[in-house]
């Protein structure tokens, strides 16, 4: 009997099927938690699914390469998510038009705060500097900021996991600094916390409202598109002096 | 829920040749979030089945970024030997982008020459 749970065993986690199906399940039990709290933000969905994973395939003594094997297919739907974002950001089309320069200038100061505060306080903390570089595109959505590492000489897979990091930080995080700075506009709110915290930090705005969604939407796709351009000469300029 | 799927596919797809051809520094699905965008101005607007299936795929955005998440397994020794840094550069670095963010979109909006001030 325990040879042959056994034998399945070491056909199940060799396909792909087991790390996808725990991959549904996790998050679909974090989320379950995150609504019974009230939506919660420190009951982050992603947070709690990431921690009961890394605990399963710790016990379980799977290798990451093996669960990816099937998570990659969750993973792939970013891209295809990513396009999606034009929807809901042209359905705010109007809203976006009449806040043209706060956008354009929120843009701009967070992005480059993102990058320079995260790369100047590590090295403040003696970081390395391959671990400087990885944290410079920090607040971008994964596949962006996975790009962006490689190029500079940061560990990908390591920004990866910080650009997560980040993410539930931002998202566990906004409500109360925005409540302490009183910032109520739902638009200010959203685009704040998609620069900062990209995705994560999106999911959790449409959470909250369609309009502050939105907002975060456009924030992380603009700021994609701008830390990718920035991030070579400001980060290895910061490295420098 | 076929035929909006293939839509965001095509789209991503332009978004990675035109990026990669061209080898701009913006990575394939923004672009292609940038041309969906420009597509629904001109037609004025997503049918049906591409608004629900993109905001479907949206309501459960969190869970995409499980299996990078994960990877924390990995970096485990990294994250021990530097975690003091790590921790202060994230938690410093998002603070201070959304009060930036924030601060600045506040006093923009206050000027007048936006002439939507509230």
Known sequence: MTQEINQIWVYLSASPLLGLTVTLLAYQGAFWIYQRSGCNPLANPVLIAVSVLVLFLTLTATSYET?????????????????????????????????????????LAGSLTAIASAVLVARLFDASTSTQLSLAPKSVTTPIAMGIAERIGGIPSLTAVLVIVTGILGAVGARTVFDAMQVRDPAIRG????????????????????????????????????????????AGWLIVI | MLSALTQLLLFQLAGEVIARGLALPIPGPVLGMLFLFVALVIKGGPDKELQGTGLTLLQHLSLLFVPAGTGIMVHLHRVADEWLPLLLSLLISTLATLVVTALVMKLCQRTPATGEAS
């Open chain 1, 67 to 107: 669960y990816f094997a099937g998570a990659q297919f969750v993973h792939f739907l970013l891209g295809p998510a990513t396009v999606a974002l034009a929807i809901p950001l042209y359905m705010q089309l109007k809203r976006v038009r009449s806040m043209l320069l706060p956008v354009v200038a929120g843009l």
């Open chain 1, 191 to 234: 685009f704040a916390i998609g620069i900062a915290s990209h995705g994560i930090g999106t999911a959790r705005a449409f959470q909250v409202s369609e309009q502050s969604g939105a907002f975060a939407a456009l924030a992380m796709g603009m700021n994609g598109a701008l830390t990718a351009l920035l991030v070579p000469g400001v």
